[in-house]
T-cell receptor
Framework: SQQGEEDPQALSIQEGENATMNCSYK?????LQWYRQNSGRGLVHLIL?????REKHSGRLRVTLDTSKKSSSLLITASRAADTASYFC??????????FGKGMKLTVNP | ETGVTQTPRHLVMGMTNKKSLKCEQH?????MYWYKQSAKKPLELMFV???????ENNSVPSRFSPECPNSSHLFLHLHTLQPEDSALYLC????????????FGPGTRLTVL
């Protein structure tokens, strides 16, 4: 399965600190995406990184992709209480299927 | 908001009821998806429609019946569900099928008694 797996499963930090989340997957991919989900709501797309890209930035978000290690990391800098949510990585291979990990819960304390 | 709406937001039904979930996207996308999200399990893809044609049925039981009358609307018809079908049902859309980000609706929280 190409299912991504986030690590750690839960992270609690103070406002202003950086948060790093990791994702590992098993098979070759076309792209890897990160999503955020606030409690009981739909997922919101954060950033997409293609297999030929190594790093991408979007505002306070920085994503890296290492295809040789089959891993990705999401860094949120200068975290805010509003960043409290569950974060999912999702991988897309040769079809339209987007395969999600179980997610990890980030808590940013004010 | 994401441009994808779902109704109802909450639904409680008995095992003998028949109900439908509705999804509408206002983004001009061509592909639409149904996902099931249960506690402590990965998001499960149920169905994929591309240009109104079903392109994926991820071994979903027949008590779930999708319908896609046009590229903007997607339904999930429910009948004789089981308590283990209680979950958050999410609809999503994307411009095309591959290499695209997906835009999610807020979900329908379904409880089967």
């Amino acid at each position: 399965s190409q299912q991504g797996e986030e690590d750690p499963q839960a992270l609690s930090i103070q406002e202003g600190e950086n948060a790093t989340m990791n994702c590992s997957y098993k098979t070759s991919i076309n792209n890897l995406q990160w999503y955020r989900q606030n409690s009981g709501r739909g997922l919101v797309h954060l950033i997409l990184i293609r297999s030929n890209e190594r790093e991408k930035h979007s505002g306070r978000l920085r994503v890296t992709l290492d295809t040789s290690k089959k891993s990705s990391s999401l860094l949120i800098t200068a975290s805010r209480a509003a960043d409290t949510a569950s974060y999912f990585c999702a991988t897309q291979g040769g079809s339209e299927k987007l395969v999600f990990g179980k997610g990890m819960k980030l808590t940013v304390n004010p | 908001e994401t441009g994808v709406t779902q109704t109802p937001r909450h639904l409680v039904m008995g095992m003998t009821n028949k109900k439908s979930l509705k999804c509408e996207q206002h983004l001009g996308h061509n592909a639409m998806y149904w996902y099931k999200q249960s506690a402590k399990k990965p998001l499960e893809l149920m169905f994929v429609y591309n240009f109104k044609e079903q392109t994926e049925n991820n071994s979903v039981p027949s008590r779930f019946s999708p319908e896609c009358p046009n590229s903007s609307h997607l339904f999930l018809h429910l009948h004789t569900l089981q308590p283990e079908d209680s979950a958050l049902y999410l609809c999503a859309s994307s411009q095309g099928r591959e290499m695209d980000e997906q835009f999610f609706g807020p979900g329908t929280r379904l409880t089967v008694l």
